[in-house]
């Protein structure tokens, strides 16, 4: 009998300690978050907003109703993979602020599979094959996108920050081009820079008949799932953590920091892509300019609110897609500028970046991990 029963204590002794080390690593980003929507509770009476009234709106808006939570999940859908995207990075010691154009060029590159390859081809895709290209065009086009930067990083020591930021700038001005250009929609009725329908076939259906709530929120949490096996119980996983916590530590113990750099940008990339593939094939089914503003930066806050974890990041990218849905009811109900929201989620940033107060004001004592975001030129 003493025998069976030692297991079980261990068992539950692990599951007790991994359930520890959950929520106090979460312990700050969920008091950032309390603390935020405090200070954001003054920014709204002094915009001449009822602060009780506004936040009521607020989760009416983002989960009050049946529509209102689909909505809130096609928000919180590209969060996710930009989010993660970010995070993988950060686990590798780099800081990807190019999401927002690996995004957009999975995007461009997913519309044009969609709806221009069976003309090239000069036959009819069927519609699984047609699908599983475009996904794989769009992930290829911002696995590229986010390589390229790696490569400079491992290969030259050039500061991924610097090389993400000017290669958004590329990809954002390109798809530019080409959505008021070539890739431009013909119908004469047509007036803005966008892409003709993807074929039937090339599209992901939603869950729901009547809701936009589609499959591609589903595998979002299998890709975070996926992200979390891959960090912490394979040998790439290892590596990469390895690489971002110390590089030099890395090189000693016979690990390929070079390929390792390139291979977690690529990686972060694919991610990016993929939130830029979803919005094409199973929300809008074209890609139209400015469709995506915003969600490579505000994947930033997302991934340091999440802390870097694969969880975290769908906790934090449902949040920010709550509050993305829910501002305009919360606008409704009060008469207070919607860019309010934008406020509370600058606040949330600020007192997640800056933990030290947050734990100054409620007296945590600084027990976990730093998160190492990013090094130095040439690091």
Do not use: C
Request: hydrophobic share 55%.
């Amino acid at each position: 009998m003493e025998s069976n029963e030692q297991p079980k204590k261990g068992t539950i002794s692990i599951i007790v300690d991994i359930f520890k080390r959950s929520a106090g690593a979460m312990l700050v980003p969920v008091l950032a978050v309390f603390t935020a929507m405090l200070v954001g509770a003054l920014v709204i009476w002094g915009a001449g907003g009822n602060p009780i009234a506004a936040y009521i709106g607020l989760f009416e808006g983002a989960f009050g109703t049946a529509r209102a939570l689909s909505e809130t999940t096609v928000w919180a859908t590209p969060y996710i993979f930009a989010g993660l995207a970010v995070a993988l990075a950060f686990k590798g010691g780099l800081f990807n602020i190019g999401a927002e154009g690996q995004l957009a060029l999975g995007a461009v590159a997913a519309a044009w599979i969609g709806y221009a390859l069976p003309d090239v081809l000069g036959v009819q895709i069927p519609g699984f094959i047609h699908l599983f290209l475009v996904v794989v065009g769009g992930l290829l086009a911002g696995a590229l996108w986010g390589a390229i930067p790696g490569w400079l990083k491992a290969k030259t020591g050039g500061h991924e920050v610097i090389n993400t930021i000017m290669m958004n700038y590329i990809a954002l001005n390109m798809v530019s081009f080409l959505l008021n250009g070539v890739m431009k929609d013909p119908n004469p009725l047509n007036v803005i820079a966008r892409t003709p329908l993807i074929a039937s076939g090339a599209r992901i259906p939603a869950i729901i008949e009547g809701y936009r709530f589609h499959w591609g929120f589903i595998l979002a949490l299998v890709v975070a799932f996926f992200i979390w096996w891959l960090l912490w119980k394979t040998t790439l996983g290892f590596e990469i953590r390895t690489a971002g916590a110390n590089p030099d530590a890395a090189k000693y113990a016979g690990i390929n920091v070079a390929r390792t750099i390139v291979l977690t940008m690529a990686i972060s990339g694919t991610l990016a892509g993929m939130a830029g593939v979803i919005e094409v094939t199973a929300l809008n089914y074209r890609h139209e300019l400015g469709f995506s503003q915003g969600y490579g930066f505000d994947a930033i806050a997302i991934a340091l609110l999440g802390k870097t974890h694969p969880l975290g990041v769908v906790l934090a990218a449902i949040l920010f897609g709550a509050m993305r849905n829910g501002a305009t009811r919360m606008q409704f109900m009060t008469q207070i500028p919607v860019d309010v929201i934008q406020v509370i989620q600058a606040l949330i940033l600020l007192f997640v970046a800056a933990d030290a107060i947050i734990r100054y004001i409620y007296r945590i004592r600084t027990s976990e991990e730093r998160m190492v975001l990013t090094r130095g030129w040439g690091g």
